[in-house]
């Protein structure tokens, strides 16, 4: 990995210590370089006539992603976000009253009230797997709900918002083959920081999003459906012309591709944008990528570690580039304070977004620092020596 050449690729890098990939990530420059290209041109042309010229480089996100999570370019779907990706998975399940989604304590908060809003109106029932001591899955409590319950789906995110946590998705995933059930991963916070196979996952549909550890733009995301699911007939509840074609009067036929998730209407530029970060990713590396980021949050919490009333409330036997952290008998207010003054970029979580597991550790808000492979040792030397003063 040529980290000077990454960081010159990442002008955001130079002028600040950016620690909030799991929120928002910096782009390599050439992610806007190819977004206004398209802009410029969509100007001179207009949308429908480029969209045809550019044919060709629109199929080559499809193929990116494929690389990036090995699969065909087929199963694979453009959105907007890795929230619609899950939302459009969840509108294509024929739920019924008394059907059950078996999910975890650390999914992530949109998903739970997704979750919430289908039991209401549809009195699907709600389960969860239990953890160990250590924050890691109960595996043989999980197979044992998956008998049990029997249910519709299975889901979980692979690594939550509020912690550093990675949940073994692919033993879930092989657990779900198992049972013949349903499995959606929210690998929100897991594409571009960790190699993804769905092969080895297992998984029948995966959710991301483009805008973190991905460093793609706002406003995109991807999805990821198996020939299983494309086979039984899957389909968003709401589709359209992008999705089926209308044959007969009372009559359609869905593509036989990821595609069917889709909408016609897409957002062409910053598709073009997503397609760079992904192609990005790809060139550096997935596991030189992980590898980078493993040595920088093992540092990093090593660091942290080491002062004086300082936790780390991250658990598990596998944990990502996400830290969460509190110094005691301070406030959230006096370390968002100090870390702004020495011109630090971070996110603050809160339990309104972890409710199983910020009351299970007894929190309301953690600072949550995310370094990615553009970061340094240096950086996250000088980040403790900033958390030390606060």
């Known amino acids: 990995m040529d980290i000077e050449q990454i960081r ?3 002008p955001g890098c130079h002028d600040k210590l950016f620690l909030n990939s799991a929120g928002s990530s910096l782009p390599p420059k050439t992610v806007n370089e190819r977004i206004i290209e398209y802009l410029e041109e969509e100007e001179r042309y207009g949308g429908y006539r480029l969209a045809e010229m550019k044919r ?48 975890t304590d650390n999914d992530y908060v949109s998903s739970f009230l997704q979750f919430l809003s289908l039991k209401e109106r549809f009195g699907v029932e709600i389960e969860r797997i239990q953890h160990l001591e250590n924050g ?4 043989e409590q999980a197979a044992k709900m998956m008998e049990q319950h029997q249910p519709k789906l299975v889901t979980l995110a692979h690594i939550p918002t509020s912690s550093g946590l990675v949940q073994d998705a692919e033993a879930i995933g092989k657990l779900c083959r198992e049972h013949d059930c349903l499995f959606l991963l929210d690998a929100c916070q897991s594409a571009g920081q960790l190699p993804l196979d769905v092969n080895q996952l297992n998984c029948d549909f995966l959710s991301a999003t483009g805008r973190k550890f991905l460093r793609g733009p706002r406003g995109t995301g991807l999805l990821y459906v198996s020939d299983h699911a494309l086979n039984q007939g899957l389909a968003p509840l709401f589709i359209d012309l ?3 074609t209308w044959t007969e009067p009372g009559k359609y036929e869905l593509s036989r591709k990821a595609r069917r998730f889709e909408q016609w209407e897409m ?10 970060a992904i192609g990005y ?3 550096v590396g997935l596991e030189n990528i992980a590898r980078k980021n493993s040595a920088l949050s093992n540092l990093l919490r090593k660091e942290l570690a080491g002062l004086k009333g300082v936790q780390v409330y991250d658990r598990g036997s596998h944990k990502a580039s996400i830290i969460t952290f509190k110094k005691e008998n301070l406030t959230i207010q006096d370390h968002v304070h100090m870390l702004q003054e ?3 970029f971070f996110s603050v979580t809160s339990r309104d977004s972890a409710i199983y597991d910020y009351t299970e550790k007894g929190v309301e808000q953690l600072v ?12 996250i030397s000088d980040l403790a020596e900033i958390i030390e003063q606060i």
């Open 342 to 344: 020495n011109n630090v």
């Open 56 to 103: 060709a480089g629109i199929a080559g996100f499809y193929q990116e992603a494929a690389l990036l999570l090995n699969t065909s370019s087929k199963n694979i779907a453009f959105t907007s976000s890795a929230t619609e990706s899950f939302a459009r998975v969840l509108s294509a399940i024929p739920f019924n009253s008394g059907d059950v989604i078996l999910t």
């Open 242 to 244: 992008r999705g089926a």
């Open 136 to 139: 890691d899955l109960d595996l």
């Open 368 to 379: 949550r620092l995310s370094p990615h492979y553009f970061n340094t040792e240096e950086e």
């Open 267 to 276: 957002p062409y530029a910053l598709m073009m944008g997503l397609k760079e």
């Open 281 to 283: 990713a790809n060139q």
């Open 8 to 10: 010159k690729d990442t």
